[in-house]
């Protein structure tokens, strides 16, 4: 799956934020209006039909219920438009202006008292926070003061200081939550990103560690051979066939490193497995001899060909025989089986040696799993990238003290 970009995400939670909001506005705006201009009249309540009092109020508030509906298209085409953060300074000026010269026109030529507001301002100032947006905060606790302060001197009711104090102290109050989650969020991404760093430091540490060791062995020992060589001083062709093959080990694990580093595309070609298989076993023959182990190959047909690529079908069978022989320290017999049938083609290699918990099969394509000292964890997990990557899949049956076999198949080509 594709991570969001950070931009992403603070769109995606401005738009849950947007519909939030203006679900809850439409709801408590139609409720307060149809209460404060039908309900209450006809309960007479206050005794009085605001609206209904002269034409140019009721005009004044029929355009303002179509320009508050109106923001809901709009609202629509902004986020399409991928411009949502718009939204709440459009709803908040749209009703600020609408409900300023409602009130001017309220309480112009009268004495009236001031009676202060609807609990959309209430709404407005208490649901600030939910955009975690500091200047949006303050632009809309200060836009409602003044305009309490204004009406305040507009009507002469020193009445309005009531609910300028009380706004006062509401928008304290949320802003200091805002504020204290705003530090949350920012303290919580920090050590996001100080953990994700770690990770990656420490990924590279063990890479460093499991290469140091993989390359130090064959190093060691072609430093060893080219100074046997120097003190024999005439040419032995027994050590450069010991080095050649030291040096196709290092070939190998830079390559396990390179399917690591990016997956490349593969260049497929028909590979007869046969000979596959003998160069594999031919190189891992020194090791085996010194193991007191034998390499035992069965195979039904003198050539078998799948589609893949030589160098890492190689890695593959090296990877997993290796393993073999490494899992029987007291040496015995391998036997490394080819077989195709119409459907897959199969190699398999049976060890048997200590065998692998039932539980840590699973964890075999990991990278990194290993339970030897100088173990990379990383052959098979390669291994079974590449095997994939040739459209094929590697099976494990393993018993404890018993063996282990390694089944490698591949789809057998159509034309052969
Ligand atoms: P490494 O060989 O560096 O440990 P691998 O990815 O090649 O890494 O193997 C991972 C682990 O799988 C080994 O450490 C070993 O515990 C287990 N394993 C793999 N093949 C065998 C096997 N034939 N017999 C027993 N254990 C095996
Ligand atoms: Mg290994």
């Given at each position: 799956?594709?991570?969001?970009?950070?931009?992403e995400i603070d769109i995606n939670e401005e738009k849950k934020a947007n519909k939030l909001f203006i679900i809850l506005f439409y709801f408590i705006y139609i409720f307060f209006e149809v209460y404060r201009n039908f309900i209450r009249p006809l309960l007479d309540i206050a005794g009085e039909e605001i609206i209904f009092r002269s034409q140019t109020m009721m005009a004044t508030t029929i355009v303002f219920y179509i320009v508050i509906t109106s923001l809901l298209p709009i609202s629509v085409w902004l986020t399409r438009n991928k411009r949502p953060f718009s939204i709440k300074y459009?709803?908040?000026?749209?009703?600020?202006?609408?409900?300023?010269?409602?009130?001017?026109?309220?309480?112009?030529?009268?004495?009236?008292?001031?009676?202060?507001?609807?609990?959309?301002?209430?709404?407005?100032?208490?649901?600030?926070?939910i955009y975690v947006n500091r200047v949006y905060y303050l632009v809309v606790a200060i836009g409602f003061v003044c305009k309490y302060s204004f009406m305040g001197f507009f009507t002469l009711s020193p009445e309005v200081t009531f609910p300028i104090v009380l706004l006062v102290l509401f928008s304290t109050v949320t802003f200091i939550i805002l504020n204290r989650f705003k530090t949350y969020l920012r303290t919580v991404e920090k050590s996001y990103e100080r953990a994700g760093h770690n990770e990656k430091l420490a990924f590279i540490g063990q890479i460093a560690t499991s290469v140091t060791h993989e390359i130090k062995n064959p190093l060691t020992s072609l430093k060893g051979f080219v100074q046997l060589q120097e003190l024999e001083q005439h040419y032995n062709p027994k050590y450069s066939q010991i080095m050649l093959q030291e040096l196709e080990r290092l070939n190998i694990i830079v390559n396990d490193l390179m399917v690591l580093g990016k997956p490349q595309a593969l260049k497929l070609k028909s590979v007869e497995l046969i000979n596959c298989l003998s160069y594999v076993i031919n190189l891992v023959q020194q090791q085996a001899d010194n193991n007191h182990i034998t390499i035992c190959f069965d195979y039904d047909e003198k050539q078998i060909y799948i589609s893949g690529e030589d160098v890492r079908l190689k890695q593959v069978f090296l990877n997993v025989l290796k393993n073999a022989m490494e899992a029987m320290p007291d040496g015995g017999e391998i036997k490394v089986k080819v077989r195709q049938e119409e459907k897959w083609t199969t190699v398999q290699i049976v060890d048997r040696g200590i065998g692998i918990p039932e539980e840590e099969i699973p964890n075999l394509e990991k990278a990194f799993y290993s339970t030897k000292e100088n173990g990379t964890g990383l052959g098979l997990m390669v291994s079974y990238q590449i095997v994939e990557e040739h459209r094929g899949r590697i099976d494990v049956e393993s018993e404890i003290d018993i063996g282990t076999t390694f089944s490698v198949h591949f789809p057998t080509p159509k034309i052969m």
């Open positions: 799956m594709r991570s969001l970009s950070r931009e459009l709803y908040f000026s749209v009703f600020f202006l609408g409900i300023l010269v409602t009130e001017i026109l309220r309480y112009y030529g009268n004495s009236d008292t001031y009676a202060s507001g609807s609990p959309v301002e209430l709404f407005f100032v208490l649901f600030a926070p």
